[in-house]
């Protein structure tokens, strides 16, 4: 066996050599999911946008400090609470050489929010994200004015989510060609698409250099950059502890000795945006009760998971916002793991011997809402865990008003723009899409409101504050962490870091 | 009788079979005499050992069977102890042999064309060595021995595969193969019982037409006397695993000596003596594990006495004559 | 074999296709609950949409009316658009196949390149050491969960050992223009040696893998009729006639031995298309196998209903094909 | 397709004096000793699944998460009190074993038993009745014949969901055309014998005559063949668990412990390998066990 690998890896370095010229430097990403399609404007997903985001730009962007920074766009102001200038830059072409203009943004802001935009009676899944956008339209040659039907603050804060495309090529290749074909601002050229195997990507060498305020700019580092799709975690990790690929995402916490151990790798970790909680049908009879919620918040030991599932690689929380969040409060009351105190509240409540309840989650989830119910189970809160399938599940707890039947949810809320708008208001107001509890409180409602619209800083951030008050003393859900997203990386990478947002942008990326 | 004139001689051939329950001696020290050009018939019921001995004489006795002890001279050449490629060149160029039923005997999925083809190749020495010409000769050579047999348009019918024939048509393909490298030895291993009465006739008719022709020696192993009388110049009576008579074909039919012998030829309407009727004998062949050192046939012997509970041998019985009886003894000391 | 005979054998599998097109048919139309609801799940879907979906799906259909409708455009080749992908689903299906089928074919050809000598080598050795291990190595062969050996063999080959790789189909310094999407086929059509070496290392542990069971039913199958083609009499005959041992063993013996292992070899090459959907998970291998088990998790109905059709009729035609190598290769066998 | 499919045939037994030949084929089953130690083996198992709570040294759903991926006895780091080391989630996997034996084995028999029941049934009208009856029953088993397993019992699991009754309706579903095949040969043959003649002579029913003249006759290939499909459901259950298509989580199968293991498997290897190996060792011992049960009670593969 020894000799064998000795001739395998002989016969490899010779190869290497022979192909030394003609090497070119080259960035592998193992990368959980393939894209489900090369569309900017037709998916709602995260790992699609990933990919994409490194072949289309978009009028704005997000730095190191997620601070939200002009990127197609030269410079942009609020005209009115309901008016937005982009002045769009100069100079910037299109994979296919053609120059970007105003209209092409126009063009793609039009087709993510026009009903039946994308052809043949088709609307853009993504129109939701533009929020009360009404109506776009190109000023001077390069300023493009977008309108909202009402106060939006957020506006800055979702558009770096939106990528520009061509109007003449999208005319040219229809809905149905951008699939699968790329003809974007961005750093990289879509090369090929093996789907369900990898995303090859080569160099646009015209292109414009990136926004402004973020170094380096220019064009990028690497020749190539590859997203290989490996879905199965440990074999990610093998792949890069073998030096197949350079970054990985979603490195298991379990493995990051493993790869902080190896020599050639590293592991970096950034605040995720996700954050984790357990909902509490608040209509039924048991979670009514704030003392069993109380109970419930009580009986979990938040830190012993995050220290012994998520290998520590988590904040834990006692609101529904991010540490990293604007607005996020620091002060908010902590419920800590008291057992007897469950106990203790539960008899309170009328239950000396305990409950029976069940816990709905995912697949993804299973593990850690197993311990969990554990955790629950000896405080009294006898929980036996079903997953179901997402879809199934969205059905049963979010139901926007509709009558809730189960008692716990264990589930989570992204929050990429790390603005309260996006994740409060879905999770928290009466009857909202995502509010899972069945929690309405109008006073709560009322904040929520006056905060959307809110376009001065403090008062905003104020608003907020008290709001996550009024949710910790409430307590339709039991809040428990936001994890760290974390990468595997290679020691050969540089002047890359992993993106609160999610985002794996190889614009910056060398290697050696 | 010259040694010269002596094709084949087998001398106290032993052939076993090791079985769980023991050894089978399906061939139990049996002597063989065949000369040139004459025809020998072999007759016993079957398990009588006349198909293994001759198996064993082509050294196609296959595991659990070995030969166990004897000698085998073909032609002035000792066969036992020969290597498999000495023993291969003789198969088929010297000896060969033909099957009960040509339908199994002939390979389903190869034409008969490739069947002889094959056989020529392997043995014919005159061919041309290689190339086309050997192909053409190869060709041209089976279609005379088709020919030879009896098949009407054998040119085209080298293509087609065995079982696109008749059951008459197939045992004369299978003999041509058998006679194509002209062997001067064929045991022909019940070449009729497959086959219908009129068929038989031709087939066993053609037999004797190409040993007239060709010279070669034929042992023809069968149950049915009567086609030995027809055919065969000597005949020899097997039964349990040894020769019981052997003799010129008129002599012995005329006058057989052995109680087993008178059994068979009652059993054979044609043959039966006039004014008797026609019996079968009655009882089976022994079991061939562990024999108690006696008369094979006393179990079923009509004739049995108790001093035929005793090591038999062969005895002279009458000139070219041998049978394994004890009365013959006693007949020959009154 | 005449043509009308092919076309009349051809007509009979048409009851056949139909009665599998009612089954996968009558999968999604039993399923509990509003299959649009389902599929579209947490994704943000106007009211257009949804609508556009049912009329896909013919769901303001009467039952029977539906099953034409699903029938007429699965003929054309139409099944319906997979939501996540917002292309038809035909088009995502056939991208997937030349990954899926090179599998499949790589996984039959070791299969039968390893099943083939060690079934005659077993019989003409019988009770043989050798015959005992190939024995043993074929129950073993149908007793291993495929997922948990093809684990253990990655574990093995790619993690520890390092010698082969860990995903994919291939390495990308090797990537080549695709011609037909076979790799093994366009590395050396494209004069890459070096390229078809990884592709080849790629495919090798998820080959053997789901090749496994097939390797141990195809020797047992060769063993057991090269056991019983050696009893017959054209055997014995054939060493009569004095033939080289090779002849006898190749020319007489295996053709006639090989009839069934063909035919069963046509047939298991259909369950290979069932381990596809395991191995491919295991190996991160971009087949249709892997697509599949991923739309059942995203509900994505129309996929994996056209994904069982596909498998089924695939299945029906490699039946077929069996049908057809075991009249082809016995000459006595006459439609 | 297991090895056992290709050779499971029709099989015909002698009637008649069923009795004492079922008795020596017996006898002859428990002469071969490899097959012996495999019934032993099986019988083990599925002692281990009736006392399971007994047997088990804890809780196979306790969760521990400071004995989280916790090794083997016998490496560092491991406690003979979890012999088998721990999953992620601090669980018992030797308890898990123990406790998932139970699935394998009631999915097995409760599928073999649906399926061979069923199977039993229509084959018998099939066989007996012949004309339409047949000829529907036949085109039926055609057309489920035509989809490879997996991908059958898939797709319905994917429109039924997960769950214990689901997952032995999606296997069953298919699996009765086996039992159906050998029994509608069997009775085709049988029901030409004499004594089945004779009893219709005599005006028995058509019920009686398949329960009581036909029946008893086939049983024994249909036993022979249910054993050997029994592993081979199994391993199906536990591909369709891997999938994350079977039993609900936190029950323990061994296909879900496989697949649940799979993310540790750099580090923590006995979280998948010891539930594999139990599959293995079961699948093993019942391909043995009913290959020794068919050397026995099929008089082809007796020389």
Redesign the interface.
């Known amino acids: 066996m020894v000799k064998l690998k000795r001739i395998l890896f002989a016969s490899a370095t010779a190869l290497a050599l022979s192909l030394t010229a003609a090497q070119a430097a080259e960035l592998r990403v193992g990368f959980t999911l393939d894209a489900h399609t090369l569309d900017p404007a037709n998916h709602r997903n995260r790992e699609t946008e990933t990919i994409i985001r490194n072949m289309y730009d978009g009028l704005l962007t997000r730095d190191g400090e997620m601070k939200v920074v002009p990127e197609i766009a030269e410079a942009f102001v609020m005209v009115s609470p309901t008016v937005y200038d982009f002045r769009i830059r100069e100079g910037i072409t299109f994979h296919d050489g053609s120059p970007l203009t105003a209209e092409d943004v126009r063009f793609t802001l039009e087709r993510l929010t026009a009903e039946g935009a994308m052809g043949e009676g088709q609307t853009s899944p993504r129109k939701s994200l533009l929020g009360p956008l009404q109506s776009v339209e190109v000023r001077d040659g390069n300023t493009v004015r977008i309108t909202l039907s009402e106060p939006w603050p957020i506006l800055p804060a979702m558009l770096p989510f939106q990528e520009v495309v061509s109007k003449a090529f999208v005319e040219k290749v229809g809905t149905q060609g951008l699939a699968t074909q790329v003809n974007g601002t961005g750093p990289f050229k879509l090369v090929a698409w093996r789907k369900g195997d990898a995303i090859i990507m080569e160099r646009f060498d015209d292109y414009y250099g990136g926004a402004a305020s973020i170094e380096p700019v220019g064009k990028a580092c690497v020749d190539r950059a590859i997203f290989k799709i490996i879905p199965e975690s440990a074999s990610r990790v093998a792949a890069l502890l073998s030096g197949d690929v350079d970054i990985i995402n979603e490195l298991p916490p379990f493995s990051v000795e493993q790869v902080k151990n190896n020599p050639g790798t590293d592991v970096m970790t950034v605040n995720g945006t996700r954050s984790f909680f357990i909902a509490m049908n608040m209509e039924g009879e048991l979670f009514g009760d704030a003392k069993v919620r109380r109970a419930a918040a009580h009986a979990i030991d938040k830190d012993l998971i995050i220290d012994r599932i998520l290998g520590g690689n988590a904040a834990r929380i006692e609101g529904i916002l991010s540490p990293d969040a604007f607005a996020a409060s620091t002060d908010l009351p902590r419920y800590e793991y008291d057992p007897d105190k469950a106990r203790a509240l539960l008899a309170e409540a009328g239950y000396p011997d305990g409950i029976d309840v069940t816990m709905d989650t995912v697949g993804a989830y299973k593990d850690i809402a197993e311990a969990v119910a554990s955790l629950l189970t000896k405080a009294g809160i006898r929980t036996r865990v079903a997953v179901g399938e997402g879809a199934q599940m969205t059905q049963k707890w979010r139901t926007k008003g509709g009558p809730k039947s189960g008692d716990m949810y264990f589930t989570s809320w992204g929050n990429g723009s790390l603005d309260p708008f996006d994740i409060f208001t879905p999770t928290h107001r009466t009857n909202d899409r995502g509010n899972s509890a069945g929690y309405a409180n109008p006073e709560l409602d009322r904040l929520l409101d006056e905060a959307a619209v809110e376009l001065d800083t403090e008062k905003r951030a104020a608003l907020y504050r008290k709001a996550e008050q009024m949710v910790n003393a409430d307590l339709p859900y039991v809040y428990l962490w936001v994890p760290q997203d974390i990468y595997g990386v290679s020691k050969r990478l540089k002047g890359w870091r992993p993106s609160a947002d999610s985002r794996i942008n190889l614009h910056d990326a060398c290697v050696d | 009788m010259s040694q010269n004139d002596i094709l084949l001689e087998v001398e106290d051939l032993r052939t076993v079979f090791d079985t769980s329950e023991g050894a089978v001696r399906a061939v139990d020290g049996v002597d063989v005499t065949v000369r040139r050009g004459e025809c020998l018939g072999v007759v016993g019921e079957s398990g009588s050992g006349k198909s293994v001995t001759f198996s064993s004489v082509?050294g196609?006795v296959r595991a659990p069977g070995r030969i166990a002890g004897g000698r085998i001279r073909f032609d002035g050449r000792d066969l036992i102890g020969l290597g498999?490629r000495d023993m291969?060149?003789?198969?088929?160029?010297d000896i060969?042999?033909t099957?009960?039923?040509a339908l199994?005997?002939?390979?389903?999925?190869?034409t008969v064309g490739e069947q002889l083809a094959?056989?020529l190749n392997?043995?014919d020495e005159d061919l041309p060595a290689r190339g086309g010409a050997r192909r053409r000769a190869i060709r041209e050579k089976s279609v005379e021995m088709l020919r030879l047999v009896g098949i009407p348009s054998p040119d085209s019918r080298l293509g087609q595969?065995p079982?696109e024939f008749s059951g008459g048509m197939r045992q004369r393909i299978?003999i041509a193969?058998?006679l194509a490298p002209g062997p001067k030895l064929l045991i022909a291993d019940e070449p009729t019982t497959a086959l219908d009465v009129t068929i038989q006739a031709q087939v066993l008719e053609l037999i004797s037409d190409i040993r007239a022709r060709l010279g070669m020696s034929v042992v023809l192993i069968t149950h049915d006397l009567g086609v030995v009388a027809e055919h065969c110049d000597r005949v020899m009576v097997m039964y349990a695993g040894q020769v019981v008579e052997e003799g010129a074909t008129v002599d012995v039919i005329a006058n057989p000596r052995h109680p087993y012998t008178r059994g068979l030829l009652a059993s054979i309407p044609r043959l039966s003596m006039r004014g008797q009727p026609i019996r079968p004998i009655e009882g089976q062949v022994p079991n061939l594990v562990g024999l108690p050192p006696q008369c094979r046939f006393y179990s079923r012997c009509p004739e049995r006495m108790d001093s035929c509970l005793q090591t038999v041998a062969m005895r002279p019985a009458g000139p070219g004559r041998r049978a394994r009886c004890i009365a013959i003894a006693e007949e020959a000391v009154a | 074999m005449s043509l009308g005979k092919l076309t009349e054998r051809l007509l009979h599998l048409v009851p056949v296709l139909l009665g599998v097109s009612v089954i996968v048919f009558l999968m999604m139309a039993l399923t509990p609950g509003d299959p649009v609801d389902i599929m579209i799940g947490d994704q943000s879907v106007t009211p257009e949409e949804e609508q556009a979906m049912r009329e896909d799906l013919g769901l303001d259909l009467p039952v029977h009316r539906q099953f034409l409708v699903f029938l007429g455009n699965a003929v054309q080749g139409d099944f319906g658009t997979s939501f996540y992908h917002r292309r038809p689903v035909f088009d995502v299906i056939v991208e997937r196949l030349p990954a899926t089928i090179e599998l499949s074919l790589v996984a039959l050809v070791i299969a039968l390149m390893t099943a083939i000598p060690l079934g005659v080598l077993a019989a003409i050795r019988r009770n043989s050491i050798l015959d005992k291990m190939a024995t043993v190595g074929s129950l073993l062969g149908v007793s291993l969960p495929g997922f948990w050996f093809g684990i253990l063999l990655l574990m093995l080959f790619a993690v520890h050992l390092q010698l082969l790789p860990v995903s994919g189909r291939i390495g990308f310094d090797s990537e080549i223009e695709p011609i037909t999407h076979f790799l093994l086929i366009d590395t050396l059509l494209r004069g890459r040696p070096d390229a078809f070496w990884d592709a080849l290392k790629h495919i090798l542990l998820p080959a053997i893998t789901l090749g496994l069971p097939m390797t141990a039913i195809l020797m047992r199958v060769t063993r057991t009729s090269m056991l019983e083609v050696m009893r017959q009499d054209y055997i014995v005959f054939a060493e009569a006639k004095g033939l080289r041992r090779g002849r006898i063993l190749f020319r007489h013996a295996l053709k006639n031995a090989l009839i069934p292992t063909v035919s069963v070899a046509a047939i298991e090459t259909g369950s290979l298309l069932g381990g596809n959907m395991i191995v491919e998970t295991v190996f991160g291998w971009p087949g249709l196998g892997r697509l599949v088990v991923e739309s059942v998790f995203l509900r994505n109905y129309p996929l994996v209903q056209a994904a069982v059709l596909f498998y089924a009729v695939t299945y029906v035609l490699l039946n077929f094909i069996a049908d057809l190598l075991y009249t082809t290769l016995n000459p006595r066998v006459k439609l | 397709m297991t090895v056992a499919d290709i050779d499971a045939g029709p099989v015909a037994v002698a009637s008649g004096a069923g009795q004492t030949i079922f008795r020596r084929n017996l006898a002859r089953f428990a002469a071969n000793r490899l097959a012996m130690a495999s019934v032993a083996v099986v019988f083990l198992f599925v002692l281990l699944a009736i006392f399971a709570p007994w047997i088990a040294p804890h809780d196979p759903n306790e969760t521990d998460l400071f004995r989280r991926l916790q090794p083997p006895a016998w490496q560092a780091g491991g406690e003979w009190s979890y012999l088998l080391g721990c999953d992620a989630l601090g669980r018992d996997i030797l308890s898990r074993i123990i406790y998932g034996s139970r699935i394998s084995i009631f999915i097995g028999a409760a599928v073999i038993f649906v399926a061979t029941t069923v199977g039993i049934a229509a084959g018998l009208a099939a066989g007996y009745f012949r004309g339409w009856v047949d000829v529907t029953i036949s085109r039926l088993v055609d057309i489920l014949l035509s989809f490879p397993y997996l991908i059958f019992a898939i797709g319905l699991m994917a429109m039924m969901g997960p769950g214990l009754v689901n997952i032995i309706l999606a296997l069953a579903y298919k699996e009765w055309v086996i039992p159906c095949r050998v029994v509608r040969g069997e009775t085709l043959a049988t029901r030409e014998l004499e004594y089945v003649e004779a009893a219709r002579a005599l005006g028995a029913s058509s019920a009686h005559i398949m329960a009581r003249e036909i029946l008893p006759n086939i049983l024994s290939p249909v036993i022979v063949v249910s054993t050997i499909r029994i592993a081979h459901v199994i391993i199906l259950e536990a591909s369709l668990s891997f999938l994350g298509l079977g039993v609900q989580p936190p029950t323990a199968s061994w296909g879900s412990m496989v697949a649940d293991g799979r993310a540790f498997i750099l580090g923590a290897w006995w979280v998948s390998t010891f539930p594999g190996l139990a599959i293995l060792l079961l699948v093993l011992a019942i391909n043995v066990a009913s290959q020794g049960l068919r050397d026995a009670f099929d008089p082809r593969f007796q020389e």
């Open positions: 082509m196609l498999p291969r060149a003789i198969r088929g160029r060969s042999m099957m009960q039923d199994t005997a002939l390979n389903p999925a190869l094959e056989m392997a043995h595969y079982h299978m193969i058998a």
